[in-house]
């Protein structure tokens, strides 16, 4: 069964740090997202994207967070100077129509 | 704007008895409702969804849930639970022409031996 992908699984930086996230939907999925989880608390949305623009984001995701799609397999989420509190896991995830989200392992962002 | 409220944070019950995970949403137009399961360390798995069509949707391992749109409610019942139900199940919302998906906070499921 296909899946979404997600690397690193973890990802150890120091604050002000640019990191990169990565992704790799489902194949033939034309929708993509960004979520994170800060430990305990709920998922929240941060981005979607479609048709190689965003479609619509969050309070969240201000100018210090980017999504691409460099080439036709991943996705990815660059963070541009790592806070504290951007801690959390971050969950991709992709759906063929807009109904049914399918989602990655997740990447453990861990900001010292 | 739309919402999910999952009231009760944790639910702990023993095996092989039912249980109830509710959810409530508040929005204006129509919507797509979804339970999300993630056990310990992991991603998050689709356990069912409404879409349209009949209120009562299962998943393939006993939960159910019935879309009442009186009482804007989403709640999710499995008759009896297994050890291994052990796990937080999320709540979702999506409002029909949209791209976002709002999630509660979660219900945090232990079965008890």
């Known amino acids: 069964e296909p899946e979404v992908t997600q690397t690193p699984s973890h990802q150890v930086t120091q604050m002000g740090q640019e990191v990169i996230l990565r992704c790799v939907p489902i194949s033939n999925h034309l929708y993509f997202y960004w979520y994170r989880q800060i430990l305990g608390q709920k998922v929240e949305f941060l981005v979607s994207?479609?048709?190689?623009?965003?479609?619509?984001k969050s309070e969240i995701f201000d100018d210090q967070f980017s999504v691409e799609r460099p080439d036709g397999s991943n996705f990815t989420l660059k963070i541009r100077s790592t806070k504290l509190e951007d801690s959390a896991m971050y969950f991709c995830?992709?759906?063929?129509?807009?109904?049914?989200?399918?989602f990655g392992p997740g990447t453990r962002l861990t900001v010292l | 704007a739309q919402s999910v409220t999952q009231l009760d944070s944790q639910v702990p019950v023993f095996e092989e008895a039912p249980v109830e995970l509710r959810c409530n949403y508040s929005?204006?137009?129509?919507?797509?409702l979804f339970w999300y399961v993630q056990y310990p360390n992991q991603g998050l798995q689709l356990l069912l969804k409404y879409l349209s069509g009949s209120t009562l949707v299962e998943s393939i391992n006993g939960f159910e849930a019935e879309f009442n749109k009186s009482q804007t409610s989403f709640h999710l019942r499995k008759p009896s639970v297994h050890i291994s139900d052990t796990a937080e199940y999320f709540c979702a919302v999506k409002t029909s022409g949209t791209y976002k998906y709002i999630f509660g906070t979660g219900t945090r499921l232990k079965v008890l031996a």
């Open positions: 929005s204006s137009v129509s919507v797509y």
């Open positions: 995830a992709s759906t063929g129509r807009i109904d049914t989200q399918y």
């Open positions: 994207f479609y048709n190689n623009e965003i479609s619509e």
